[in-house]
């Protein structure tokens, strides 16, 4: 078989040449950049995002089936609800990978939920039973998910906050989904599997 040497670099002109070509008319991209609705975006407050970390941590490890587990929990929810969104809980029992029964719910608020366009946002709020990448005495010991899990969630909480700060001057036809997983972060040791 006789292989021409300048036929990968054909193919590759080819098919630069197809995607460089647009496929509308230069004049009626103006027209639909003109339609674009300018709006304002709201402040992200770091202040804010730490203080509802803290808070999270505050209740102690949030392991499911524990006290502090339940608390940030129905915490989450009262918070999102203040903030008027749209929330429901999808509660579930699950056997983590060790053979330990588990009673744990995702947490879902929506901004907008009429919209059909949706930009979602996800974090998980619950954290290990177990300190895995500790070499000491804690290693068997539940993490305080400070930086895993708490401060995204709490970085949710406040784009949460702003929405509902500034409704009127966000009113367009996105809406946006807040998703807070649990029963997550109860893997292998050192795996990706939840």
Known sequence: MHFNKWLPLLAV???????????????????????????KVP?????????YTARQVAFGPRVPNSKAHIACGNYLVSTLKRFKLAVREQPFQDTTFDGTKISAR??????????A????????????????????????????????????VATALEIARQL???????????????????????????DFQA
């Open 117 to 152: 366009r949706r930009v979602a946002i996800f974090a998980h709020w619950d954290t290990r039973p177990f300190a895995d990448a500790d070499t000491g005495a804690n290693k068997n010991k539940p993490i305080d998910g400070a930086s895993d899990g708490a401060s995204a």
């Open 164 to 190: 509902s700060l500034q409704p009127d001057s966000l009113a367009t036809n996105v809406g946006v989904d807040i998703i807070l997983f649990d029963a997550e972060d109860w893997g292998h040791d050192n």
């Open 13 to 39: 002109a080819g098919a630069f040449a197809l995607t460089a070509c647009p496929d509308k008319k230069p004049a009626d991209q103006p027209a639909q950049q003109a339609a674009a609705k300018a709006v």
């Open 106 to 115: 995702n947490i879902i608020a929506q901004y907008q939920p009429q919209a």
């Open 43 to 51: 402040a992200f407050n770091a202040d804010s995002a730490y203080a």
